[in-house]
Structure formats: structure tokens, C-alpha cells
């Protein structure tokens, strides 16, 4: 089912697609730099258009300025098949958005792959996936108000659903939890959010918001330690320190 605002949002936030296409931004292979799969090669599929926009956004070209072109679910399907993968990796922008990423993962998983679905958890589908990555957004993630004032008010309406995340996990045959944190005032956040959850310890993988080493070591210094101490996985996004800050990692 999709809500009523993330109905409003496929018209709006350009993830208008036919059902036997997508609209994607980019494609590549990598390896996973965040959560349990951690340094699993996979085949990254990253459909454009967000209901979102957290002023950190590392992918731009997929939610402030959405571009990409539509793409037919055969043709994504092909390409994960020679990509010499058994990871399949749908992210985004938000790529719950499009109706068609449910066919999308039908199809990967009639291939056999493994799929991996990156979501937000604004928006609820019946979608067959084997890991669903779920990352809620916390109030300090919101544009500047004075600059952008109605993505601001959007922004912080939609981006703690619930009801919606509690769906996802129950219908997932394993999920795990990835939060964004930017400073220490997330933190009362975050254990609200997980008591309100009543999520495993186990499934919960924080990383420091930042998209350069210089970030991620001075993070080792204050968020390192608290996530030690709270029992959850610290997660230092990979891809940064592999690849630096670029597309196609």
C-alpha cells in the first residue's frame, strides 16, 4: 500500500514510472559499505526521486536534482546477471517510490539473486526482498527552513513513519536498522525511536554523518565509544574509505 503523501510525491518527485520500467540514475558494481553485508560485492541498481531531502544528501542527482532515464526491468534484470554478482542492492533516491521496484525484485529473485532494498521506511509495498535496510531520518536531518521552507515542513512531516516501519520489518524475511547520526543531540532520538520499535540490539548499525575520512576519524572519537557502550554496531561506511566521496561506489 502506498500512503496518501508518498502518493503525491511519485508525481512530484519525478519517480513517475511504467510498470515495466524504471526511471535509474546509475547502475555499477561495488562493494557494500554499510550495515551486516558489509564488503559483499553487489550490483547496485539506484532508482532517482525522493520524498526527502536531508540537507546531507551524498546523492543529489537522485533526490534535490533528480536525473535518470527509464530503464526496462529486462534490462536491469540482464545486467545484474552479467554483473558477476549474487547481491542485488536497490537504492535510491527513495526506490520504494516506483510501483515497478516490486516487479523489479520479483524478478531479481526468480533469477536467485540476493536482494537488498535501502529505504527511508516512508513508504510501505509488498516487496519480496532478503534484506530490508531500513534508515529513519531524525529531525536534524531537515533542510534549513529559511531556504527551503516548504521541503523543511515536507521533509519533517514524512520522515518518521511508525506504522510503516513496523510493516516493513514484519513482512522482511531480515532487516536491520541504519541511522544517520550528526551529533550527539540524535541521540535521545535514536532511543526513542528504538524503544517505540522494540527493535533488536543486534539489528541496529550506526554511522557517523560525514562524507570524508577527516569525518569518519573524528568520529571514532565521540560516536564510537557511545555506540560501544549502548550495545549497536558502529558502521563506518566503507565506500568512503575504499572509494572516497564519488558515484559509482
Not at 160 to 175: G, H, P, V
Not at 226 to 245: A, D, L, P, T, V
Amino acid at each position: 500500500m502506498l500512503t496518501p503523501s508518498a502518493k503525491n510525491q511519485v508525481s512530484h518527485g519525478s519517480s513517475k514510472t511504467a510498470r515495466g520500467r524504471l526511471r535509474v540514475s546509475e547502475t555499477f558494481i561495488s562493494r557494500q559499505g554499510e550495515g551486516i553485508l558489509t564488503g559483499t560485492p553487489s550490483f547496485f541498481i539506484r532508482t532517482t526521486g525522493c520524498n526527502l531531502r536531508c540537507w546531507f544528501c551524498d546523492t543529489p542527482y537522485a533526490s534535490w536534482e533528480p536525473k535518470g532515464e527509464q530503464v526496462e526491468i529486462e534490462q536491469l534484470v540482464e545486467q545484474a546477471k552479467v554483473s558477476g554478482t549474487q547481491h542485488v542492492v536497490l537504492t535510491g533516491g527513495e526506490p520504494m517510490l516506483p510501483l515497478s521496484t516490486t516487479s523489479l525484485a520479483k524478478r531479481l529473485r526468480q533469477e536467485g539473486f540476493h536482494i537488498t532494498i535501502e529505504t527511508a521506511g516512508t513508504v510501505h509495498r509488498e516487496i519480496d526482498v532478503d534484506l530490508m535496510s531500513i534508515s529513519p531520518k531524525f529531525a536534524s536531518s531537515a533542510p534549513d527552513a529559511r531556504r527551503h521552507p516548504q521541503w523543511h515542513q515536507r521533509h519533517q512531516q514524512e520522515r518518521m513513519q511508525l506504522q510503516i516501519i513496523r510493516k516493513l520489518i514484519r513482512q522482511s524475511a531480515d532487516y536491520q536498522l541504519k541511522f544517520v547520526v550528526d551529533s550527539d543531540r540524535d541521540y535521545p532520538e535514536l532511543l526513542e525511536f528504538l524503544k517505540a520499535i522494540h527493535a533488536e540490539e543486534s539489528k541496529v548499525w550506526v554511522m557517523p554523518q560525514g562524507s570524508t575520512n577527516e569525518a569518519l576519524n573524528r568520529a571514532n572519537y565521540w560516536l564510537k565509544p557511545w555506540c560501544e557502550e549502548q550495545g549497536f554496531h558502529y558502521c563506518e561506511r566503507m565506500q568512503i574509505r575504499w572509494f572516497g566521496n564519488r558515484r559509482g561506489t
